[in-house]
């Protein structure tokens, strides 16, 4: 996972990510894999993230993030860990 790097999102997506994890605490977000859109009330979006947990020493995980962007504006639907 070290050799992990950060992904180039497409402009919606990357606004919406950036949206949901500027705020999150206790965790770093690094955007790996964009895995694909379905539209739903708004639009969810899958990432397959690098995500760093803030411990000594700290912890990597490799995590699904599924966000959904609407009217309303963005959120996390879910954080599910892979590895």
């Not at 949206?19 to 790996?32: D, E, I, L, S």
Request: some cysteine.
């Amino acid at each position: 996972m070290a050799d992990m790097e950060a992904v180039k999102l497409p402009t919606e997506v990357a606004d919406a990510f950036n949206a949901v994890t500027k705020n999150m605490v206790g965790a770093g977000y690094v955007p790996v894999l964009y895995c694909g859109t379905q539209v739903v009330h708004g639009v969810n979006y899958m990432i397959i993230c690098k995500q760093t947990l803030v411990t000594n020493p700290p912890v990597e995980h490799l995590i699904t993030m599924i966000i959904n962007s609407s009217e309303q504006g963005n959120s996390v639907v879910s954080i599910e860990q892979i590895l």
